[in-house]
C-alpha cells in the first residue's frame, strides 16, 4: 500500500486540541471501524488519540507500602501483612510484598476491610519496642504503590497442553492432550498490538491503571525489543514490556481484581488503557492492522522446560472466533484475559482525554534497548 501523503502532528498541537476542548479520540476497534468505513487517510485526518487497552492476569508485581512510626519506636522484621510475609528495609517503615501472596491483602484494603499486621523487632537504644501487632486498613498506611513488572506486554501467547488429562497453568485449566486453548492477549484491541514496539511509551509515559493515572517506570521483567515481527511491524511473539507504578490508594476495587490459579498462586486481574496519539500516518496504518493479519504464538507448556514446543501461530480472528488449528486439529480456544473490563477501561480514558483529565504526552524517552529476558546460567 502506498504511504499516506499526510502531515505529522505534534504533541503540542495534540495538546492545544485538548485544552480547547477539541480532541478527536476513538477506540481501536472504532478507529479500525472508521478505516474499513472510508478510508485510511480520512480516518486519520478526523482521529487526534486512539486508546488501547488490556485487561490481562499477572503474578509479576508487588506491593510497595510505607508505614508510620510506632510509639515505642520498632525496627521492623519479618513483617506480615494479612498473613503473607514481606521484606522490610532500613530502619524506617518500608515494605515490600510480592504480589502472589498479597493480591488478597490488596483486594481487602481497596475493599476498604482492614487487615492484620504484625512484626518484630531489633531492638536498639533507639527502637526498644521488639514486637508489634496491629490492624491496618488503607487509611491507615501513610503511602504506597502497585508495580507491575509486567504491566504492558507487546504481545501475549497462547497455551495448549499435549499432556494427558488437566493440568493447572498461570492462564488457567488445560485439558490434554490438545482439548482447550488459552490466549492472553486481546489482539488488535490491546495496547503491544495497536503499538507495535510499545513506542510511544518510555519513563514517565502516563497510562490509566485500575482507574488511576500510573507512570511508565522503564523496560519490565522480559522486555524482549526485537522479536520476530510481521511485514506490518508487529510482534509475532511476546515482545517489548513496560513496567508500571500507580498509586495504592487511587487504585479502584472494580478495575483491580484478585484471583487465585490453582497450582500456582494468587495473581491480579487489572485494566489498563493507553493513549496512542497519531503523530504520523504510519502511526495509524499500524493501529488500522485488523485481527486477521495479527498472530500469537502457539505453545505447549505442558514441557517443563524453558523453550517450550512451538506450533508457529495463528490469527487472532481465529481466537476470537473461538477455535483453533493445530496440526490438523480442531481446538477451542478462550480467552485468558477478559475483554469486557479492557473495553470499560478504554472507554473510562477516553472520557477523560476528551475531558482533558488525563494529561497527554509524547515519552522523553524510548523503553530500553537491552533485552531484561537473559537465561541464568546453568
Known amino acids: 500500500m502506498a504511504p499516506l501523503k499526510l502531515p505529522p502532528r505534534n504533541e503540542s498541537e495534540l495538546q492545544r486540541r485538548q485544552s480547547e476542548g477539541e480532541l478527536r479520540v476513538r477506540s481501536a476497534a472504532e478507529f479500525r471501524a472508521l478505516v474499513a468505513q472510508a478510508d485510511l487517510a480520512e480516518a486519520y485526518q478526523h482521529t487526534d488519540v486512539v486508546v488501547a487497552a488490556n485487561a490481562e492476569f499477572t503474578d509479576q ?14 525496627r521492623l522484621r519479618e513483617p506480615l501483612l494479612g498473613g503473607v510475609a514481606g521484606l522490610a528495609s532500613g530502619s524506617g517503615g518500608d515494605l515490600l510484598l510480592p504480589i502472589g501472596g498479597a493480591a488478597r491483602v490488596l483486594a481487602d484494603l481497596l475493599a476498604g476491610e482492614a487487615v492484620d499486621f504484625g512484626a518484630t523487632g531489633d531492638a536498639t537504644p533507639l527502637q526498644p519496642r521488639r514486637e508489634l501487632h496491629t490492624r491496618l486498613d488503607l487509611e491507615a498506611i501513610g503511602g504506597g504503590h502497585l508495580l507491575l513488572h509486567r504491566g504492558i506486554v507487546e504481545n501475549g501467547l497462547v ?3 499435549s499432556a494427558q488429562g488437566l493440568i493447572r497453568t498461570p492462564w ?3 485439558l490434554g492432550p490438545y482439548g482447550n486453548a488459552l490466549y492472553s492477549c486481546s489482539g488488535a484491541d490491546s495496547i503491544g498490538m495497536a503499538m507495535p514496539g510499545l513506542a510511544l511509551l518510555g519513563p514517565g509515559s502516563p497510562v490509566l491503571v485500575g482507574g488511576a493515572i500510573g507512570w511508565v517506570v ?6 524482549q525489543p526485537a522479536p520476530q515481527r510481521l511485514p506490518s511491524g508487529h510482534a509475532r511473539s511476546p515482545g517489548a514490556v513496560a513496567a508500571i507504578s500507580v498509586d495504592l490508594h487511587a487504585l479502584s476495587p472494580r478495575w483491580v481484581r484478585a484471583c487465585h490459579f490453582e497450582g500456582h498462586g494468587s495473581a491480579l486481574l487489572v485494566a489498563i488503557a493507553a493513549p496512542i496519539p497519531l ?5 495509524a496504518r499500524q493501529i488500522a492492522t485488523d485481527d486477521g493479519a495479527l498472530e500469537a504464538p502457539v505453545l505447549d507448556v505442558s514441557i517443563p522446560r524453558r523453550i517450550k514446543p512451538s506450533f508457529g501461530g495463528v490469527p487472532y480472528s481465529s481466537l476470537r472466533q473461538g477455535e483453533i488449528r493445530v496440526e490438523g486439529r480442531r481446538i477451542p480456544a478462550a480467552p485468558a484475559h477478559s475483554p469486557r473490563l479492557a473495553q470499560a477501561m478504554g472507554l473510562e480514558l477516553i472520557s477523560q482525554l476528551k475531558s482533558g483529565a488525563f494529561p497527554l ?3 522523553l524517552l524510548p523503553l530500553g534497548l537491552r533485552p531484561t529476558l537473559v537465561p541464568l546460567p546453568p
Open 172 to 174: 488457567g485449566p488445560l
Open 61 to 74: 508485581a508487588s506491593l510497595h507500602l510505607s508505614l508510620g512510626p510506632a510509639d515505642p519506636p520498632i
Open 159 to 161: 497455551a495448549v497442553s
Open 361 to 363: 504526552r509524547l515519552p
Open 279 to 283: 503523530i504520523s500516518p504510519a502511526v
Open 218 to 223: 522503564g523496560s519490565g521483567s522480559g522486555h
